[in-house]
């Protein structure tokens, strides 16, 4: 078992939570069919949703409109659509529990929510050559 820091994006929350091992919980707490890693230095990797900015605002069963949610990092560009789930990596590139608290993921947290399709940030991919 890990220690880890989940961004509820939905909900707005960021709480500690435990991933146990192999990557099944990963998928339960984002609550995706995909993921991907963020780098944010220091040993700090933030798993998100690999189709997060693919998807739309939904409408349940019972009526309810669910709108797009999603959170920015401090210090990182792009907007990250869906939960976040903050674990952290050894000198082996092993997943390890998450080496910064909920109160520090929280000050660098701001929630994003967004109703219209048009106004959320577009997906986008960059190839940057090595020039040998």
Not at 46 to 59: A, H, N, Q
Request: charged letters at 25%.
């Amino acid at each position: 078992m890990s220690k880890a820091i989940l961004i509820d994006a939905v909900n707005k929350t960021v709480t500690e939570v435990e991933k146990g091992e192999g990557i099944d919980d990963i998928y339960k707490h984002l609550g995706c069919s995909a993921f991907d890693v963020v780098g944010l230095g220091g040993g700090v990797d933030c798993f998100v949703d690999d189709e997060g900015l693919l998807k739309e605002g939904y409408v349940d069963e019972d009526g309810i409109k669910h709108n797009m949610n999603g959170f920015r990092l401090r210090g990182y560009d792009q907007v990250l659509m869906g939960n976040g789930l903050i674990l952290g990596h050894n000198g082996e590139g092993e997943t390890i529990d998450a080496p910064v608290s909920v109160d520090q993921v929280q000050e660098v947290v701001t929630f994003v929510e967004y109703d219209d399709p048009k106004d959320k940030p577009q997906p986008f991919m960059q190839v940057v050559p090595w020039n040998f």
